[in-house]
């Protein structure tokens, strides 16, 4: 969704308040995008070459930027260790969105961080919030194992199921969040990374029962823009559509007339 500049705070706070309650997303959203417009700085003209590759990523919508942050603030940061400046040296590895997007992007990984306690932390992350999936998990799971015919068998003394009825039973009670998710977290990274050019999505498709715990936060992480840019983009279209040939079109029509004029590529 893009927003106006121009909106006060207060506004824009009502704005996606409504919007969000409308469209029935108020408890799914995992993060907003920004350009951060009051902030933003260059310490230094001389870099500017670097990031006209990086800008152009990273504003992709068909592919997942949000990953590449971590990597690309590293190349610049060794880049401008030259220039006379202090300023371009963020440390991206310990914000929790960008390390959680470059842990889950199976392109990455392990190899996406410089500092291996910045690694460790991650995933010491990704446990603690995967142990509330599982556990939120549980009572789904519980209902698709078929235990019934486990129970019906136990307790009859000439069932020669007996034995293994009763095994399978104290397994499947016996599950724990915490082991549930170390095993998963301890068994991603040892997979082969898959090539940079590669979509990181289709691998997930295709491994999600092997990592399903995994795969539920990373649909969280590498759904986010890395950049405000799709959002300007919707404003340059707007602002081609409602011409002054066309300034009597009411906002409706114009809001229906962007998303068709945007979607249907």
Not at 42 to 49: G, M, P, R, V, W
């Amino acid at each position: 969704m893009a927003f106006s500049e121009k909106h006060t705070s207060e506004n824009l706070k009502s704005s996606l308040l409504e919007i969000t309650e409308n469209w029935g997303i108020r408890k799914k959203i995992v993060a907003c995008t920004s350009d951060n417009a009051a902030n933003i700085s260059l310490a230094s003209c001389d870099i500017l070459e670097r990031f006209k590759e990086i800008t152009t990523d990273l504003s992709s919508e068909k592919s997942v930027p949000i990953s590449k942050v971590i990597l690309y603030s590293q190349a610049l940061i060794t880049y401008s260790t030259q220039l006379p400046t202090k300023d371009l040296t963020p440390q991206y590895e310990s914000n929790p969105l960008l390390s959680e997007a470059t842990f889950l992007d199976h392109r990455f990984k392990k190899y996406g961080f410089q500092n291996e306690q910045s690694f460790k932390k991650v995933k010491e992350i990704i446990v603690n919030k995967g142990k509330l999936i599982v556990t939120k998990l549980r009572s789904a799971i519980d209902q698709n194992v078929s235990v019934p015919a486990v129970l019906n068998n136990i307790g009859k003394e000439n069932s020669i199921w007996q034995e293994f009825d009763a095994g399978v039973e104290n397994v499947v009670q016996s599950l724990n969040p915490t082991a549930t998710i170390i095993v998963e977290v301890d068994k991603y990274p040892q997979e082969p990374p898959i090539p940079r050019t590669q979509d990181p999505l289709k691998w997930w498709n295709n491994n999600r029962q092997i990592y399903p715990t995994l795969f539920i936060m990373m649909k969280k992480r590498l759904c986010i823009q890395a950049t405000s840019v799709p959002s300007e983009r919707v404003f340059s279209k707007s602002g081609q559509i409602v011409s002054t040939k066309r300034s009597r079109l009411l906002s409706k029509k114009v809001e229906q007339i962007v998303f068709l004029n945007y979607n249907l590529k």
